[in-house]
């Protein structure tokens, strides 16, 4: 009768094999937690004969031999594998430790053997042990021979993932095609001088975009609102050119007229912003910047009211009050800007205005809230 060696920190260990990135799951179409020995020596077959020279397929059957070392020395045991996505980041995270709880729900282990193949499967040791004891850590390192043409295959695999693993192909190939399009454009043009203030505004954006996860998300965004995430995108196409035409406006009409360059005309200069006038006497405009921002506006009040609308069936009569209130007040703020312009026009007009959109829209605001408290 064989006597069951108890380590200090508790009766029953697990050897997890922690794969960050999802590469198993990639490959095998294995859903993860994989629980046992056999189902992990399944897993780590399929896996090593259809990318023989991956890393993970070794440190998993290096977490099966320390699994059968350890039950031959007379511990009990159990073997689970566990895996992020591809992205990394606090998904991966999420995804792993969803998984270990799942396996502690089914083995209770007093203390985890942690098993991986690089540095960045250990970010997620402090996620462990926030559920039990790591015990160790037993990073699997694969050797290589270090002849010409093992040199060589081994930097062709590393190319072939540069190209084709989405994180990195963004900043390898991504980021220097955009750059080489931009440079080319630019020579035709004549304008090759300034290719490096357009390097500099790429790795600008670059760093902007990472440093605040913005892709992750423009990303979350479009996958749990694509609605309001288009609206979104075509609102600030349409003020990003508000503004240009504005700045444009302001910036002719001082060329024209350079004692506008000062403090004093501050008022007239947004005014001028604002209308975008074609001529001052009498002040003649068509498309103003003002009706450009409303329009935008409005596109992301009417998305935003369609997204609550489809995604949970709220009502949206806040939506339609906000785009009634922004469509009005484009009446007022013309009547502003023409105050700025010509501070002799009488302001009887914007003030009518001014009343009329505050009016109608509290009157609309209070019929909703009225028909609301009807309902219930």
């Excluded at 020596?41 to 350890?70: G, Q, R, S, W, Y």
């Excluded at 799942?102 to 193949?117: C, H, Q, R, T, W």
């Excluded at 190209?163 to 304008?191: C, D, H, Q, V």
Aim: hydrophobic fraction near 50%.
């Amino acid at each position: 009768m064989s006597i069951m060696r108890v380590p200090p920190f508790g009766k029953k260990l697990l050897v997890l094999y922690v794969d960050r990135d999802g590469d198993i799951s990639n490959v095998t179409g294995i859903e993860t937690p994989i629980i046992g020995r056999e189902a992990n020596l399944k897993a780590a077959m399929d896996f090593i004969l259809k990318v023989p020279d991956e890393a993970d397929a070794n440190a998993l059957f290096a977490a099966i031999k320390l699994h059968d070392e350890l039950l031959k020395e007379g511990f009990e045991c159990e073997l689970a594998t566990v895996a992020g996505v591809r992205e990394g980041g606090v998904k991966a995270d999420m995804k792993i430790a969803g998984e270990v709880d799942k396996i502690l729900e089914k083995y209770n282990a007093d203390g985890i053997i942690f098993v991986s193949d690089g540095a960045s499967d250990e970010r997620v040791i402090p996620i462990l042990q926030a559920r039990a004891p790591i015990v160790s850590v037993n990073r699997v390192l694969v050797k290589q021979v270090r002849g010409l043409e093992d040199t060589y295959s081994l930097f062709v695999k590393y190319w072939k993932d540069l190209i084709e693993n989405p994180r990195y192909s963004l900043y390898f190939l991504g980021l220097p095609g955009i750059f080489l399009t931009i440079l080319a454009i630019l020579t035709t043009m004549g304008y090759a001088q300034y290719a490096g203030v357009a390097l500099l505004l790429i790795i600008g954006f670059t760093m902007i975009a990472k440093g605040f996860n913005l892709d992750k998300r423009l990303s979350h965004s479009w996958s749990t609102a694509p609605v309001l995430f288009f609206g979104s995108f075509i609102a600030t196409i349409i003020l990003v050119v508000a503004l240009y035409l504005g700045t444009a406006a302001v910036i002719s009409t001082i060329d024209k007229e350079p004692s506008l360059a000062n403090a004093f005309n501050v008022g007239v200069l947004a005014g001028i912003f604002l209308i975008n006038p074609k001529g001052y006497d009498p002040v003649t405009f068509d498309v103003t910047t003002i009706d450009l921002m409303v329009i935008a506006l409005m596109i992301l009040l009417i998305a935003r009211g369609l997204h609550k609308r489809l995604s949970n069936g709220q009502n949206v009569w806040h939506e339609a009050v906000s785009v009634t209130f922004c469509f009005l007040l484009r009446w007022p703020l013309i009547e502003m800007s023409l105050l700025l312009l010509d501070p002799k026009r009488s302001p009887i007009v914007f003030a009518v205005w001014t009343a009329a959109t505050v009016a109608i829209t509290v009157t609309l605001a209070a019929f909703f809230v009225a028909y609301e408290r009807l309902k219930r």
